[in-house]
Each structure stands twice: as C-alpha cells, then as structure tokens.
C-alpha cells in the first residue's frame, strides 16, 4: 500500500500563489507517477500534473500551463505543486495520486489518492 498526505491549500487572491506538498509513505515500485488532479463542484476530476519519478519526465494539463510547477524531492519521496497566478476558476479540492508505471492523463489508471486539500481563490 501506498499513503499519501497532501497540505499547503487554502484561500489566496486572484494572483497569488499557494504551493501544495504530498509525501508518499508505503511501498514503492520501481516505476512510478505521481501527480495532481482537481475536482471542482459539479465538475469531473481534472487532471492537473504529473511526473514520472524515474525519468522526470513532467506533464500539465492545458489550464494550468505556464502558471504552476511540479517538483519532487526525491529522498522525502515528496511532490510539490506550486501555483503562481492563481485565478477564481482554479478553485478546487485538489488531490495527490500515485500509479505504478507511467503517467496516465485518466484519473481512473491511478491506485492511490490522498484525502485532498482544499484551495479556494477569491476575485
């Protein structure tokens, strides 16, 4: 099993920004993704961002381009998001998600998921 605990959202302005960690506990795989994913009310869960911990290599969805940015820390097996120039429709529960093998765009390919945090932003 793989735990994962999100933090760092809350209640920011249009424009601001907020960075959100989540730190896996667990068993690992030697291939991995861990990743981002939104769901705001009434809508379908978005994906957000992702990285492929072996390679690096990262992937954003189209609303978030160029405003947020994933990292990792790869000894505190952590991911981090960070959201810069945060906007009212980016408000959400966002979710941190775990999969063996590589980043999938489908909510449905990933295991494992944290409890969420909330961000809210204010116009």
């Known amino acids: 099993q793989v735990q994962l605990v999100e933090s760092g959202g809350g209640l920011v302005q249009a424009g601001g920004s907020l960075t959100l960690s989540c730190a896996a506990s667990g068993r690992t795989f030697s291939s991995y993704a861990m990743g981002w994913f939104r769901q705001a009310p009434g809508k379908e869960r978005e994906f957000v961002s992702a990285?492929?911990?072996?390679?690096?290599?990262?992937y954003y969805g189209d609303s978030v381009k160029g405003r947020f940015t994933i990292s990792r820390d790869n000894a505190k097996k952590t991911v981090f998001l960070q959201m810069n120039s945060l906007k009212p429709e980016d408000t959400a529960v966002y979710y941190c998600?775990?999969?063996?093998?590589?980043?999938?765009?489908?909510?449905?390919?990933?295991?494992?998921w944290g409890q969420g945090t909330q961000v809210t932003v204010s116009s």
């Open positions: 998600a775990a999969r063996a093998g590589s980043v999938s765009y489908q909510n449905s390919a990933y295991n494992y």
């Open positions: 990285i492929n911990w072996n390679t690096g290599k990262i």
